[in-house]
């Protein structure tokens, strides 16, 4: 089947502690995006990337760090320097190039909690 | 830059009832997205929208893009108790491939 996953769906933390959320998509989509989500809130975007090797800050970045090495993954690390990093996170995929859809697709979340 | 207002920003209905809601911008949009987020999941797309005055169906669910192409609205009918969630309108922004969220419409269904 194709689509996202993220692993793992619970991740518990000491505060200070680097940690890397996984998100892999076999959808063979170009482009993707971390997104965070606090409890009622709507959807802040992290870092986001187009194409493979290359990447752009979103609304939110500090304190967060990507790469993008293949197409198929984009991991995101929580360092130490985010404040509060405590949420639901959310990684998505889109075609992207040329295509007319812009039409994302999400994974089922990681909720992180750093104690 | 671009925003999206959703409304309204919580329904409380009885099953079997019908749902309106609506998400409007300053900015003009080529493309209207709907999503469902259920909870502790990620947001699953519902419809797209790609054309003004589009209407477009999918199953109990019925969006429609805004003939000015600021606005799009989403209804359910018949209300079940699955329909419970965070609905979710997006745009794309005018440069590469981000898209706009609204601050969702948060919906609870009473069986």
């Known amino acids: 089947d194709g689509g996202i996953t993220q692993s793992p769906k619970y991740l518990f933390r000491k505060e200070g502690q680097n940690v890397t959320l996984s998100c892999e998509q076999n959808?063979?989509?170009?482009?993707m995006y971390w997104y965070r989500q606090d409890p009622g809130q709507g959807l802040r975007l992290i870092y986001y990337?187009?194409?493979?090797?290359?990447?752009q800050k979103g609304d939110i970045a500090e304190g967060y760090s990507v790469s993008r090495e293949k197409k198929e993954s984009f991991p995101l690390t929580v360092t130490s320097a985010q404040k509060n990093p405590t949420a639901f996170y959310l990684c998505a995929s889109s075609i992207g190039g040329l295509a007319r859809s812009n039409e994302q697709f999400f994974g089922p979340g990681t909720r992180l909690t750093v104690l | 830059g671009q925003q999206l207002n959703q409304s309204p920003q919580s329904m409380f209905i009885q099953e079997g009832e019908d749902v309106s809601m609506n998400c409007t911008s300053s900015?003009?949009?080529?493309?209207w997205l709907w999503y469902k987020q259920d909870p502790g999941e990620g947001p699953v797309l519902l419809i797209a929208?790609?054309?003004?005055?589009e209407l477009t169906s999918n199953g109990r669910l019925t969006a429609q893009f805004g003939i000015t192409r600021k606005d799009s609205f989403l209804n359910i009918s018949a209300s079940i108790p699955s329909d419970v969630g965070i609905y979710f309108c997006a745009g794309p922004q005018t440069s590469g491939s981000r898209l706009t969220f609204g601050e969702g419409t948060q919906l609870t269904v009473n069986p």
């Open positions: 900015s003009i949009f080529n493309t």
């Open positions: 959808l063979n989509h170009d482009a």
């Open positions: 929208l790609y054309k003004a005055g």
């Open positions: 990337s187009q194409i493979v090797n290359d990447f």
